[in-house]
């Protein structure tokens, strides 16, 4: 392949590249040349989008080929291949099997990948449209598994699995931690507890999948995966496995402590776990965990759930002045630049090097790999310093778990606030869960679940640091219009 030269280079084909490399067809002049490397020919880009709030957003993502996202931005070329190394003091990327892409200046947008503790044929991560299908194929006869993890992917799984059992092992004392209080998680258990639920009644057809094959075949090369799935991933496909209906066991405050094969297990003088009778008991499992409180469950199968690393080491090999952060990800400046000169990063990939706003965290997440990458671009094109985007200013996601809507706004979790932050409650069950942090008369977060209507005035009263002791008794109150009030 002959050497290609961009004057804006950008690697990868998650929602962080694609808003890059759109935001940049759109700032820079028609005859700037941009460059799209990405590993598979199936790219993620956002549609559909919607304002929420000031900052809040929701938009649907759409997985299509890469030559198709891009029909409409004569500027951008897509190359479909995987990048093996960064050659900074030539200012150009090598590419596995040969070839050479030249930049002016270079986005990285590499993602993340799957956390994994234990190594085994029977432990399995979720992450792109190719692990689905293979979870889907072993699924098929599985009776019963063990989900490790607490944060949204474990919990989306939960409330879709069909027809297989379900030990789920979560090291805090309430589920769903990382992105709900103890409260919040109470009022979801209900539903994530049923025997058996249709959740297709309730499926929010966004994420579209599309039968194309990927351009690098990940079965060849494991070590590259696809786009991470976004929203909703569970309600699209259908995850189900060979048992009569579903039972779901949740034991708190653990974590996976070790994997035993079924050898080991009869060697030993282990006893497994005993499970309510209604749970299906099988002569010997394929693979058996030992939790870090002592119980030890037989399964077919586990899902490791418990966070991703960022993709990094490809960009820091034979690059020692690239900071990586102490979670892996590339560390950028409040340019989205890295410590090299001309290269940036977004999304998943890169580490936020910058004092935070109060309300504002950085979470891998889809709506800030989103935001990261359009605000990359910005500052790729200009050619002075950006003034951080507004998006930076307070932490926002609007999502939707259990078939409920769910917005969070700021320290929704209470992340940093002291002993005098207080929450003020509303919950229907079933149907709506408010909670408001307080403190000092000021909101600072805002757990809404449900159609609460009240996601513009909260972002409101967070950004504006609105003093509101004078109205607190009656902020939630639904026969007042606080919006009113506010006007
Ligand atoms: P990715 O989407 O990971 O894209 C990285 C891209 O880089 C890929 O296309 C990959 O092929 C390519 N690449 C990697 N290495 C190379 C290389 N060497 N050369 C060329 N190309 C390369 N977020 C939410 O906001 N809400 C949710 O509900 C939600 N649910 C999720 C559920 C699941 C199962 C998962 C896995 C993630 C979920 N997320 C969710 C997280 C969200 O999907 C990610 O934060 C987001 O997609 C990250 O986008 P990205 O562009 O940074 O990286």
């Known amino acids: 392949m002959e050497d290609l030269f961009g004057d804006f280079v950008i690697v990868g084909g998650g929602i962080a590249a694609v808003s890059c490399a759109q935001e940049l067809s759109s700032l820079v002049p028609a005859n700037a040349s941009i460059i799209v490397v990405s590993a598979h020919?199936?790219?993620?880009?956002?549609?559909?989008?919607?304002?929420?709030?000031?900052?809040?957003?929701?938009?649907?993502?759409?997985?299509?080929?890469?030559?198709?996202?891009?029909?409409?931005?004569?500027?951008?070329?897509?190359?479909?291949?995987?990048?093996?190394?960064?050659?900074?003091?030539?200012?150009?990327?090598?590419?596995?099997?040969?070839?050479?892409?030249?930049?002016?200046?270079?986005?990285?947008?590499?993602?993340?990948?799957?956390?994994?503790?234990?190594?085994?044929?029977?432990?399995?991560?979720?992450?792109?449209?190719?692990?689905?299908?293979?979870?889907?194929?072993?699924?098929?006869?599985?009776?019963r598994i063990v989900i490790v993890g607490n944060g949204g992917i474990a919990t989306e799984l939960v409330y879709g699995l069909r027809n297989v059992d379900i030990i789920w092992a979560v090291k805090h004392s309430s589920i769903s931690a990382t992105f709900f209080d103890a409260g919040a998680g109470q009022f979801f258990l209900p539903e994530l507890m049923q025997p058996s639920h249709d959740n297709e009644a309730t499926a929010m057809k966004r994420l579209k999948y599309t039968t194309d094959s990927p351009a690098v075949d990940t079965a060849a090369s494991p070590s590259i995966t696809g786009s991470a799935l976004g929203p909703d991933w569970s309600t699209n496909v259908e995850i189900k496995g060979a048992a009569m209906g579903r039972h779901v066991r949740v034991v708190y405050g653990v974590e996976l402590d070790a994997i035993v094969s079924p050898a080991d297990f009869r060697g030993s003088q282990s006893r497994i776990t005993p499970l309510p009778t209604e749970f299906e008991e099988k002569q010997e499992w394929n693979v058996y965990v030992k939790l870090s409180n002592g119980e030890i469950y037989g399964c077919d199968l586990i899902v490791s759930a418990i966070g991703v690393?960022?993709?990094?080491?490809?960009?820091?090999?034979?690059?020692?002045?690239?900071?990586?952060?102490?979670?892996?990800?590339?560390?950028?400046?409040?340019?989205?630049?890295?410590?090299l000169s001309g290269v940036y990063a977004a999304g998943d990939v890169c580490t936020t090097g910058w004092s935070p706003a109060p309300h504002w965290m950085q979470m891998r997440l889809w709506t800030q790999a989103r935001q990261m990458g359009a605000y990359a671009a910005r500052c790729m094109a200009a050619s002075n310093p950006m003034q951080l985007d507004i998006c930076f200013e307070i932490f926002t996601h609007v999502t939707s778990f259990f078939g409920l809507k769910v917005i969070l706004l700021g320290k929704y979790n209470g992340q940093g606030l002291g002993a005098g932050c207080h929450a003020l409650l509303r919950v229907q069950n079933g149907e709506e869960y408010v909670k408001v942090l307080v403190e000092d008369g000021r909101v600072h977060g805002a757990v809404l679940v449900g159609e609460t209507d009240l996601e513009e005035t909260l972002e409101n009263l967070i950004l504006n640091q609105t003093d509101i002791s004078h109205i607190e008794d009656g902020l939630l109150d639904p026969s007042i219009d606080i919006e009113d009030y506010f006007d």
């Open 309 to 339: 690393d960022p993709n990094s080491e490809l960009w820091t090999d034979g690059n020692p002045t690239l900071k990586v952060a102490s979670d892996g990800g590339l560390e950028v400046n409040e340019q989205m630049e890295t410590s």
């Open 41 to 143: 020919a199936l790219v993620k880009a956002a549609s559909n989008w919607r304002q929420v709030g000031r900052v809040a957003e929701s938009f649907d993502v759409t997985e299509q080929k890469a030559t198709s996202i891009f029909a409409d931005y004569p500027n951008i070329t897509v190359v479909p291949a995987k990048v093996a190394s960064l050659d900074y003091s030539s200012k150009c990327v090598r590419l596995d099997g040969g070839g050479v892409v030249r930049f002016k200046k270079l986005c990285i947008a590499t993602g993340a990948r799957p956390k994994m503790q234990f190594e085994s044929d029977f432990v399995l991560a979720i992450r792109d449209t190719e692990t689905v299908k293979t979870f889907q194929r072993r699924l098929k006869d599985a009776k």
